[in-house]
């Protein structure tokens, strides 16, 4: 079986490429069905993309490699091919873009495109070997086919949910044909504490700046029976390396500071943690107080009492044990070094025909639609190429 452009892993990436590369296509996939990350993405609504999406959001050894794709193929690029196939949508918090219905619109429009531009697409299938074959590829699937191509794109993304089917294979593969790879680390993922401290206030959500290596995010974060997780400690655990800590500015919005102060003043008779539950969970309250002193009454409260105490809920310095890894990780960062990629293309400067897109890629996104903007935008920066 001869193709023109081979592509291998039927995801966001891959459907996306094979839907607008020329030629004859062929769009293979160990999976059931394509785009499963897509349908169980957003809890089953797929946050698709992101209105603020650009550069400054993605993890990278070099920062500057998705500038190129990303300027080239935009959110609003994404956003009008949504709105073309009458697929309704709906903007949640910080610029993040949901379908109405359900992630299965997305799928079905990819599916459709492919269709459209007569791409084949084969399932339950493995590719077994892959080898270079004068200008173009060889490669052996598990059926036992064997199927040659001039151009090969590999869209198998990265490590992260192993039971829907995520392997190392891009990055076998790149290492094949010479490519570096850098360390891989799950991301977007929850933190874990071996003494599962907050069990007692397992549920509990607030609002929380989160920072780790000097960035933070103001978002929501939930106790868990492991350990943290909501979106803020998930965009913080992007930038988090092993052994390090995490701060926890607790009530980031408000001046807890003064009130105390004016509190102290008006209604001097109210209990300390009484007040506290008024701007922090109450059963996070009763948790702090075992390691805060949170005794007494506002009227007894010193201004050297309070700033130790609002320091202390503002700068809550902690030390995960680890993530809950890859399981439940929603990205994994690091991947295929992009020093030997080309930003426009995609092709990789050692092997002429051969193409990284998509989470394979050292080019991790933040949580809210960035890293399937990025999917999007390199696929289309690859097809592109493909249809010179």
């Known amino acids: 079986m001869e193709y023109d452009t081979l592509v291998i892993g039927a995801g966001a990436a891959g459907m996306m490429c094979a839907a607008h590369a ?22 089953g609504r797929c946050n698709f993309t992101n209105l603020h999406c650009d550069a400054h959001a993605f993890i990278s050894q070099n920062p500057h490699f998705a500038k190129s794709a990303l300027a080239r193929y ?7 091919l949504v709105d073309r196939h009458g697929i309704a949508w709906h903007e ?33 299938t493995s590719v077994t070997d892959i080898a270079r074959d004068g200008n173009g590829f060889v490669a052996l699937l598990s059926n036992s086919r064997r199927i040659t191509c001039r151009n090969l794109v590999i869209a198998t993304g990265g490590k992260s949910i192993p039971k829907m089917g995520a392997t190392g294979f891009a990055y076998d593969t790149a290492r094949q044909f010479g490519h570096r790879v850098t360390t891989t680390e799950p991301a977007l ?7 599962r401290r907050f069990a007692d206030i397992s549920g509990v959500s607030c609002p929380a700046r989160v920072t780790a290596n000097g960035t933070s995010f103001d978002e929501a974060m939930l106790f868990t029976h492991r350990g943290l997780s909501g979106p803020a400690i998930l965009q913080a655990s992007s930038y988090w390396n092993t052994g390090q800590d995490i701060t926890v500015h607790l009530a980031p919005e408000t001046d807890l500071a003064g009130i105390l102060r004016a509190k102290r003043r008006s209604d001097g008779k109210k209990a300390l943690t009484t007040e506290l539950a008024r701007h922090l969970p109450a ?15 506002l009227g007894d409260l010193s201004d050297a009492r309070i700033e ?9 310095a902690l ?3 680890g993530t809950e890894g890859y399981r439940t990780a929603e990205v994994t960062r690091g991947g295929i070094e992009t020093g030997q990629v080309s930003s426009k293309t995609m092709e990789s400067q050692i092997t002429p025909g051969l193409y990284f897109i998509g989470e394979a890629l050292d080019v991790t996104g933040w949580l809210g639609g960035y890293n399937f903007q990025w999917a999007w935008s390199s696929a289309m920066a690859a097809a592109r190429a493909l249809q010179s």
Request: aromatic content about 6%.
């Open 22 to 43: 020329s030629g004859r296509v062929l769009l293979i996939d160990h999976a059931k069905a394509p785009g499963e990350k897509i349908r169980i993405s957003g809890g």
């Open 74 to 80: 935009t959110q609003w690029d994404f956003i009008e």
């Open 92 to 124: 949640k918090t910080l610029g993040q873009l949901f379908c109405d219905h359900s992630a299965k619109d997305i799928i079905a429009m990819l599916r459709g495109l492919m269709d459209q531009a007569g791409a084949d697409l084969l399932l339950q």
């Open 189 to 195: 993922v929850p933190f874990t504490f071996t003494d």
């Open 283 to 297: 059963r996070l309250v009763d948790h702090l107080s075992t390691q805060l002193d949170m005794s007494g009454r």
């Open 308 to 316: 130790a105490l609002t320091h202390d809920l503002h700068h809550w």
């Open 319 to 321: 030390t995960p044990s």
